[in-house]
């Protein structure tokens, strides 16, 4: 088994030493903010949050279809359902902005080699093959780098090849190094040796790229460029022996044909493609153009100020967690505000339940382009994602539940009052695993929903989100929220709420 030091890859280096010579800088916001979190402002009003039952009801609600994919009928139930909710609630100016996108939906999907099916799953928004698919020799080309292309041909050839994850160790960064605002840990939970696989991050096959752009470290990039007639990625990093893995999401539409392999599959595929075996890929569906729709609605306060609170609908399976908990959460609070009288709202809040996260995250930047005057007036944006979610472990090839909520960040603006902000609410409201980090910790903004928002108006933020090892794939259902922690988390995001409420 490798060491824990050796399974630190690259790129985590790299993070790790990026962020070293910002402890400095983050070291000293966290002492201003702690000096100032006596002297925030209290709300002076009683505020009163859902019952993790109502809130739980409201996910059920939510995810009553397989998916909520951008574009489908399902997702478009999902939106309608949405804006119900927020009509339920008494916001005004409830709407459902339209955003063109194309639909793409994969109707059949298979590998075959040696007239054997390996059991595999579409990659998004790659070249459909028609009925008969795509035969051709496999080639192995390791975790595609031009090295790895280098010493395999693959013109004409249907490339195997391993995605990686990037491992983070998050106890090593939260606790020795201490490069976070604060870290609420009440139940211990993140330990020095506390780890964690960001299954989001693939590592050679990022998205957001095409032929033109993409880096020479892509492998399906690379497999275009150097004539292949397909992909098999495999996924090495994924805890059990997922393949249902939902991305790159980038709304991209690609020219060749992938197709997704769990682990324990890929070992024997990888034997196989190294014998240069023929193999046939089919996946057959359609792209059409097609709509998804911004779902958002006004509380007026006493000034045009905006608090805004936001999460996508959108989701590639059943999406309990990515994201029914986040959107029950924005009702969260759109419910516990709108029973507080106008007089009481010191500033407007603005719900917003955004579309095509799995898209490009398309329906974030829409509604930053669309509606650049409350953004404008924001002076606090909250992103609520994958909340409230268990912990799990791989038990062969299954997720087997700790017992302990998934681990958890909140990305946040350095401005000293919004860093205080969550600390007080994090004393006041503790969440187990949870650690404030710099909003631009991995980039120029937050890794979430919040980022299209945060870089078209550079508004202060805190989008709290988790990584449990199950998101965007199959295993995302309904028992993996931990029901009982819904009220909870609720009541954190209101302290947060409250003090920006009362901020003058």
């Given at each position: 088994m490798?060491?824990?030091?050796?399974?630190?890859?690259?790129?985590?280096?790299?993070?790790?030493?990026?962020?070293?010579?910002?402890?400095?800088?983050?070291?000293?916001?966290?002492?201003?903010?702690?000096k100032?979190?006596?002297?925030?402002?209290?709300?002076?009003?009683?505020?009163?949050?859902?019952?993790?039952?109502?809130?739980?009801?409201?996910?059920?609600?939510?995810?009553?279809?397989?998916?909520?994919?951008?574009?489908?009928?399902?997702?478009?139930?999902?939106?309608?359902?949405?804006?119900?909710?927020?009509?339920e609630?008494?916001?005004?100016?409830?709407?459902?902005?339209?955003?063109?996108?194309?639909?793409?939906?994969?109707?059949?999907?298979?590998l075959?080699?040696?007239?054997?099916?390996?059991?595999?799953?579409?990659?998004?928004?790659?070249?459909?093959t028609g009925?008969?698919?795509?035969?051709?020799?496999?080639?192995?080309?390791?975790?595609?780098?031009?090295k790895?292309?280098?010493?395999?041909?693959?013109?004409?050839?249907?490339?195997?090849?391993?995605?990686?994850?990037?491992?983070?160790p998050?106890?090593?960064?939260?606790?020795?190094?201490?490069?976070?605002?604060?870290?609420?840990?009440?139940?211990?939970?993140?330990?020095?040796?506390?780890r964690?696989?960001?299954?989001?991050?693939?590592?050679?096959?990022?998205?957001?790229d095409?032929?033109?752009?993409?880096?020479?470290?892509?492998?399906?990039?690379?497999?275009v460029?150097?004539?292949?007639?397909?992909?098999?990625?495999?996924?090495?990093?994924?805890?059990?022996?997922s393949?249902?893995?939902?991305?790159?999401?980038?709304?991209?539409?690609?020219?060749?044909?992938?197709?997704w392999?769990?682990?324990?599959?890929?070992?024997?595929?990888r034997?196989?493609?190294?014998?240069g075996?023929?193999?046939?890929?089919?996946?057959?569906?359609?792209?059409?153009?097609?709509?998804t729709?911004?779902?958002?609605?006004v509380?007026?306060?006493?000034?045009?100020?905006?608090?805004?609170?936001?999460?996508?609908?959108?989701?590639?399976?059943?999406?309990?967690?990515?994201?029914?908990?986040?959107t029950?959460?924005?009702?969260?609070?759109?419910?516990?505000?709108?029973?507080?009288?106008k007089?009481?709202?010191?500033?407007?809040?603005?719900?917003?339940?955004?579309a095509?996260?799995?898209?490009g995250?398309?329906?974030?930047?829409?509604?930053?382009?669309a509606?650049?005057?409350?953004?404008?007036?924001?002076?606090?944006l909250?992103?609520?994602?994958?909340?409230?979610?268990?912990?799990?472990?791989?038990?062969?090839?299954?997720?087997?539940?700790?017992?302990?909520?998934?681990?958890?960040?909140?990305?946040?603006?350095?401005?000293?009052?919004?860093?205080?902000?969550?600390?007080?609410?994090?004393?006041l409201?503790?969440?187990?695993?949870t650690?404030?980090?710099?909003?631009?910790?991995?980039?120029?903004?937050?890794?979430?929903?919040?980022?299209?928002?945060?870089?078209?108006?550079?508004?202060?933020?805190?989008?709290?989100?988790?990584?449990?090892?199950?998101?965007?794939?199959?295993?995302?259902?309904l028992?993996?929220?931990?029901?009982?922690?819904?009220?909870?988390?609720?009541?954190?995001?209101?302290?947060?709420?409250?003090?920006?409420?009362?901020?003058?």
């Open positions: 490798e060491s824990f030091e050796s399974q630190i890859s690259s790129t985590t280096r790299d993070t790790l030493t990026s962020l070293i010579k910002r402890l400095p800088s983050i070291w000293r916001t966290r002492r201003e903010a702690r100032m979190v006596s002297t925030l402002p209290e709300y002076p009003g009683v505020v009163v949050v859902p019952e993790s039952e109502t809130i739980y009801s409201w996910i059920e609600g939510l995810c009553q279809t397989p998916h909520r994919r951008p574009g489908t009928p399902e997702g478009h139930r999902a939106e309608q359902w949405v804006f119900d909710r927020l009509t609630f008494g916001l005004g100016n409830v709407t459902m902005d339209p955003v063109p996108i194309t639909v793409w939906t994969a109707a059949n999907w298979r075959a080699v040696a007239g054997q099916t390996i059991p595999s799953f579409f990659v998004v928004n790659t070249a459909f009925k008969e698919g795509v035969t051709a020799p496999l080639v192995f080309a390791g975790t595609g780098t031009p790895d292309f280098d010493r395999a041909d693959v013109s004409g050839k249907l490339v195997v090849a391993d995605v990686p994850f990037p491992l983070l998050t106890g090593l960064i939260m606790k020795l190094l201490k490069a976070c605002y604060f870290l609420s840990n009440p139940d211990r939970s993140v330990t020095i040796r506390s964690q696989y960001l299954n989001f991050l693939r590592q050679n096959f990022l998205g957001g095409t032929a033109e752009t993409a880096p020479e470290t892509d492998v399906y990039w690379q497999a460029r150097r004539g292949a007639k397909g992909l098999c990625l495999i996924l090495r990093d994924q805890p059990g022996n393949n249902t893995h939902y991305g790159p999401y980038d709304g991209i539409m690609k020219p060749l044909p992938a197709l392999i769990g682990r324990r599959e890929g070992v024997r595929l034997e196989l493609a190294q014998t075996v023929e193999a046939t890929l089919v996946l057959e569906g359609s792209a059409t153009p097609g709509v729709h911004n779902v958002w609605g509380l007026p306060g006493q000034s045009e100020e905006v608090i805004l609170v936001t999460s996508h609908h959108d989701s590639p399976f059943q999406g309990a967690v990515e994201d029914g908990s986040g029950a959460l924005v009702l969260a609070q759109a419910w516990t505000w709108s029973k507080v009288p007089t009481q709202r010191p500033k407007t809040m603005v719900s917003v339940l955004d095509g996260h799995f898209y995250s398309i329906g974030a930047d829409t509604f930053a382009s509606h650049k005057d409350i953004l404008d007036r924001a002076r606090l909250v992103t609520l994602e994958h909340l409230a979610a268990k912990e799990v472990e791989a038990r062969g090839d299954e997720y087997a539940p700790t017992g302990k909520l998934a681990f958890t960040v909140m990305f946040t603006s350095p401005e000293p009052e919004v860093v205080a902000s969550v600390i007080k609410a994090l004393k409201k503790p969440a187990n695993a650690a404030s980090i710099p909003a631009d910790f991995f980039g120029p903004g937050p890794t979430s929903d919040a980022m299209g928002y945060v870089l078209a108006s550079h508004v202060p933020v805190v989008s709290w989100i988790g990584c449990p090892y199950y998101l965007l794939d199959q295993g995302d259902t028992d993996k929220i931990e029901k009982s922690a819904l009220k909870s988390v609720c009541e954190t995001v209101t302290e947060i709420v409250k003090t920006h409420m009362a901020m003058p």
